[in-house]
């Protein structure tokens, strides 16, 4: 590896592996592996000051992200996406210092993309040439299209309720794409029989230790976009995880390499729909693992996770900032994402919505305190959640009439 990338580590075990193979999980325990690099040589070969001459996309992030060949890296020109104020929701929800970083800019509408980016990038450097994996949605939107530009094979399997509009997008890209009953917990069932059976690349979240690389980006580019001092407090709507595991990952390299202060440790928010909440149930009782949420039931498909591989660190991450998970309805979403569009212009999914709902009901509970910063994430465009958008319905004009003074 010619990069700042040296191993790989077991999350849970802790034990080392080498990073040029294609090894997945860790071979002791099943656990999802990290990749770790050379903090100290990154520190001393990037300096802040470097990043403002790079291109305005995740790959500026270079040194601390898991690639060999800058030329090969797969790119649909994902930007930086905006940190926008939102002083009139603020208003509205008593949060005077609320800001939401907008990820429905990037490619294929959601931070999906980060992930694929990077996860099909390094696909390639490895040889794969079938990529196989789960999806409540967007992620296999999102390793489509990238698959597509990289020109390996993509099957994707997804529950029979996924959104239409989501599931004919990863169709468009050119991926297989298998319907099941049930949840992203059946459909990794039928993803892991048929890698073992086939030898294709399993790309489940946390079965490769790419993906979760390129979300960390998003902390990347808030902590930039913060001039390098963190909000007080992050909510992200939660499903796998990773983005915010990838996320708490990020932040300690930066503090690493000396680029954030040591003690600057926002609270992190995990927020989950009341009908699939096994994050929010295992935080509540103590519990370090979540239990399987039976029959999970939320329109919002990226956070339908009844059981993440990598709820163990997400745990730790919220119990380690001094963070906290609940649990907002499909309703309160429904609510949050009209009042965003028809205050702010902004067309949040359901997730998006989910976490501002979150950072409200904090803010009214008192969890968040006056002039506290705080930053939502939107994790993707309203647009793909096209069937269950609703304004004001549209009113019919007859021949010659006007809109009403
Ligand atoms: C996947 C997804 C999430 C959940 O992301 P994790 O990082 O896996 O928790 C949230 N919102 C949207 C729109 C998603 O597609």
Redesign the pocket.
């Known amino acids: 590896m010619t990069s700042f990338a040296t191993h790989l580590e077991c999350s849970r075990g802790g034990e080392d592996f080498q990073i040029d193979t294609l090894q997945q999980t860790c071979i002791i325990d099943g656990g999802p592996l990290l990749v770790r690099y050379d903090l100290e040589r990154v520190h001393e070969a990037m300096q802040r000051e470097m990043l403002a001459r790079r291109p305005a996309s995740l790959w500026r992030y270079r040194e601390l992200l898991p690639f060999e060949d800058a030329e090969r890296i797969v790119t649909l020109g994902e930007p930086l996406t905006p940190l926008l104020d939102a002083r009139r929701i603020g208003d509205e929800l008593d949060l005077p210092d609320l800001r939401v970083k907008d990820e429905g800019l990037l490619p294929t509408g959601?931070?999906?993309a980060r992930g694929a980016a990077v996860g099909v990038t390094r696909a390639l450097e490895l040889g794969v040439s079938t990529i196989a994996l789960p999806t409540?949605?967007?992620?296999g939107a999102a390793w489509a299209a990238y698959g597509a530009r990289a020109g390996i094979r993509v099957v994707v399997v997804m529950p029979d309720t996924t959104p239409q509009t989501i599931v004919r997008e990863t169709a468009s890209y050119g991926a297989e794409v298998y319907l099941v009953p049930g949840s992203i917990a059946d459909a990794g069932a039928v993803v892991k029989r048929a890698c073992t059976e086939r030898g294709w690349y399993d790309a489940s979240?946390l079965k490769e230790p790419y993906r979760i690389e390129g979300?960390k980006t998003m902390g990347f580019e808030l902590a930039e976009q913060l001039e390098w001092k963190l909000p007080d407090v992050i909510v992200?709507?939660?499903?796998?995880?990773?983005?915010?595991i990838g996320m708490w990952k990020g932040f300690a390299e930066l503090r690493e390499i000396g680029w954030i202060a040591h003690d600057d440790m926002p609270r992190f928010v995990a927020a989950q729909a009341t009908g699939c909440a096994p994050i929010v149930r295992a935080f509540e009782s103590g519990a370090n693992e979540s239990e399987p949420w039976p029959d999970p039931k939320t329109f919002?498909?990226?956070?339908r996770?009844p059981k993440a591989l990598g709820d163990f660190l997400v745990l730790r991450a919220l119990r380690e900032s001094s963070g906290i998970a609940l649990a907002v309805t499909d309703d309160e979403m429904r609510d949050m994402m009209r009042l965003v569009g028809t205050m702010e212009g902004m067309l949040v999914?359901p997730?998006?919505a989910a976490a501002i709902a979150a950072a409200a009901k904090l803010r009214r509970d008192g969890w968040i305190r006056d002039d506290e910063s705080v930053v939502v994430f939107n994790?993707?465009s309203g647009l793909?959640y096209a069937e269950s958008l609703q304004g004001e319905a549209a009113r019919r004009l007859d021949a010659g009439a006007l809109p009403d003074a």
């Not at 409540?136 to 992620?139: H, P, R, V």
């Not at 709507?237 to 990773?242: A, D, F, I, M, Q």
């Not at 919002?300 to 956070?303: D, E, F, P, V």
């Open positions: 959601t931070f999906k409540a949605g967007n992620a979240t979300k992200y709507p939660t499903g796998g995880g990773v983005g915010l919002a498909a990226g956070i996770v999914c997730e998006g994790t993707g793909k």
